[in-house]
């Protein structure tokens, strides 16, 4: 028996929103089933706070996570890389199996409307990695 946890590097535009979500639900929903990452091409200064309004409701608490830019490190290191948006030019081609998942963009909504957005995001993990 193996302790080995595949990687899972989400990916949006800013780090601040649709990536940080994907990441915090993957940890919320699978523990250390696997081990979630995020990142972005142009990272935002703080994680969006409507996001992580709705991850506290989980009983997660995101506000100390840092946006950050995606390397080509963390493209050979993910197992599975997940595109919160169609198309995102990558800095390298990533080693992993790569997953194009279309979110809108939370930049300027409230918590209300990032709860369906959650959800949303939440039952993609549930039916697409949770039954790798």
């Not at 535009?13 to 250390?32: K, T, V």
């Not at 990452?37 to 996570?65: H, K, Q």
Request: one cysteine or more.
């Amino acid at each position: 028996m193996t302790d080995y946890s595949p990687a899972v590097l989400f990916i949006c535009q800013h780090n601040a929103g649709r990536s940080q979500l994907g990441a915090a639900l993957l940890e919320h929903l699978a523990g250390d089933r696997f081990t979630a990452t995020s990142a972005g091409l142009s990272p935002a200064d703080e994680v969006n706070p409507a996001v992580a309004a709705t991850v506290a409701e989980l009983g997660m608490d995101i506000t100390n996570r840092t946006p950050r830019a995606v390397t080509d490190d963390d493209l050979e290191q993910a197992d599975i890389v997940v595109l919160m948006k169609p198309g995102l030019a990558l800095p390298s081609t990533p080693r992993g199996e790569v997953l194009e998942w279309s979110f809108p963009n939370p930049e300027a909504w409230d918590a209300d409307a990032v709860r369906p957005l959650r959800e949303a995001v939440s039952e993609k993990i549930q039916t697409t990695l949770l039954t790798h």
